[in-house]
């Protein structure tokens, strides 16, 4: 892993065929706030309905992007957050795997 390596190696593709997943709509963000720390997790489930294994060696955090540059709209998206994982995760043919992103702030009192 290095600064350089922005990009998912394996995107595992949306569907129920062999080597796919299905991506489930993201819930709404939880954002909590106790005492100076401020938290927002971001919860998404994904399915393997393909009919065997699939391993998952790295998650990401990708949000729409909508920027102004004069009077020039550019839409797309950015990668907030890459992760690869410690070790691979397997998910079994029917099963689900819950991926939780949290973001923690603490403000200064």
Known sequence: ???????????????AGGGQLN???QEIP???????TKKVEWIRYLNNNSGGAIDINEVALVSDMKALFGTVIAI????MSRDHLASTVTVPSTGQLK???TIQLTYPS
């Open 76 to 79: 797309g998206k950015i990668l």
């Open 23 to 25: 991506h489930a709509a």
């Open 1 to 15: 892993e290095d600064f350089e390596d922005y990009f998912l190696q394996t995107q595992i593709p949306e569907g």
């Open 99 to 101: 991926v939780i992103y």
């Open 30 to 36: 939880s954002i909590s706030t106790v005492s100076t």
